[in-house]
């Protein structure tokens, strides 16, 4: 009887000890293998494996980690998928080539046999990013919208996807293949918004000098049936032939100069007064882009007296970020960046305050606030927030402002 307890005893040891390691696995879902065998057990399971690509000094990677990938219920539906993550600049740097991975983080689909089916580019929110799985899952994915487009190429709403898709992945001679095709089947005719639609995917596909003036001649016959832009996702459908021209070898400076007045002319469409706080964001962020500094100051100074406050760390960093190129600004900029450091002790907020003190003649808070920055940091970002101290320290231009002709104490309205 003794004999038997013992048996029963262990047993229980047993399967209490198969509960814990559940428990374990519940929290942590990460396979822990590498690429190869992460492929069998997607096959081996009938589902698909995604792949979290990452780098020891990407922000937004350790905020994937703390804020998404430790939600109960993302880590619940990454237990229907094979789950893997890999360092892009380490063991994962293969795989990194082989699926056209350029930024972080990046989150790639793929089905047993290897083949990319989706992907999430950069962070997300424990909840969008378990709608974006849910997706994927459900089978609506990049390679359905492909097949989708196939049989209609003049589907508008599947192009924007599919190009946008081509464009995550670098592909732009497909994603100009696409636009072509589009082109094709509404030769001149066709409405007005949906050509001006498929602008700004031309331009951001091609870089090529011959079909940014087309898209301007295209544009420009269409203007006048086109109605006010009152917010910023109208005018972003709009902008086609002023998104970047940085790669453009051919006549750059008259591209450059079509770019700042076209843009100007779109920014005199859009209604200020009705927007509400996302959509002057927006739209400062354009006016930013298009070299249109004095509306951007003024919408971003605007935004910033009508937000709720406590409005975003990221859209307070990021204004505050813009003011602080820009030259201008500097108190409200302080006041943006302080306010979302207050709230969230983020390396990559306090370097951008670090910067704006510094440039307004707070050496010593500066190079305070860039130390800690260094010491919550690691790899690049903290080699990158360490030069800055240094930089700081000896009085030099942190050489990331055009313009500087004082440091430090420079003040500029």
């Not at 000890?17 to 690429?35: I, K, M, Q, T, Y």
């Not at 999430?120 to 990049?142: M, S």
């Not at 500094?293 to 813009?322: C, I, K, P």
């Amino acid at each position: 009887m003794g004999r038997l307890k013992m048996v029963f005893f262990v047993a229980g040891l047993g399967i209490l000890a198969s509960g814990l390691v559940g428990c374990a696995d519940r929290s942590d879902p990460w396979f822990d293998s590498n690429l190869e065998a992460a492929l069998v057990e997607a096959g081996d399971r009938g589902t698909l494996l995604m792949v979290d690509f990452k780098t020891d000094w990407c922000t937004w990677c350790k905020r994937l980690d703390r804020d998404t990938f430790s939600d109960p219920a993302v880590i619940a539906e990454l237990g229907e998928l094979v789950p893997l993550q890999l360092d892009a600049e380490k063991e994962g740097v293969d795989a990194a080539e082989k699926y056209g991975v350029r930024s972080f983080p990046t989150i790639v689909f793929l089905d047993a046999a290897g083949h990319e089916v989706d992907r999430i580019l950069g962070y997300l929110p424990p909840d969008a990013f378990l709608a974006e799985v849910k997706r994927i899952r459900a089978g609506d994915t990049f390679n359905a919208c492909l097949a989708r487009l196939n049989e209609d190429p003049a589907n508008l709403e599947v192009l924007e996807r599919v190009v946008q898709g081509l464009l995550e992945r670098s592909d732009a001679i497909a994603a100009i293949g696409r636009v072509e095709a589009f082109h094709s089947a509404h030769p001149e005719g066709g409405n007005a918004h949906d050509n001006c639609r498929t602008l700004m995917f031309t331009a951001r596909s091609t870089m090529n000098e011959n079909l940014y003036r087309s898209a301007a001649r295209l544009f420009r016959r269409d203007w006048p049936e086109l109605p006010e832009v009152p917010d910023s996702l109208g005018i972003a459908h709009l902008h086609a032939f002023v998104a970047d021209i940085e790669e453009i070898e051919d006549d750059r400076q008259s591209l450059r100069s079509a770019r700042f007045d076209d843009a100007e002319a779109l920014l005199e469409m859009a209604v200020v007064e009705e927007m509400d706080t996302q959509q002057m964001l927006g739209v400062a962020g354009f006016a930013f882009r298009a070299g249109h500094y004095d509306l951007a100051t003024d919408l971003y100074r605007r935004w910033f007296d009508l937000r709720q406050v406590g409005e975003g760390v990221e859209s307070l960093n990021h204004v505050g970020w813009n003011l602080y190129l820009m030259g201008r600004e500097t108190e409200a900029a302080i006041s943006m960046v302080q306010e979302a450091y207050d709230i969230e002790r983020d390396a990559g907020v306090g370097d951008t305050l670090a910067r704006l003190l510094y440039v307004d003649g707070e050496v010593d808070q500066a190079i305070e606030i860039e130390i800690l920055a260094a010491e919550a940091s690691d790899g690049r970002a903290a080699e990158e927030f360490t030069a800055v101290v240094e930089s700081m320290r000896s009085g030099q231009d942190l050489g990331d402002r055009p313009g500087f002709e004082e440091f430090p104490g420079e003040k500029k309205s």
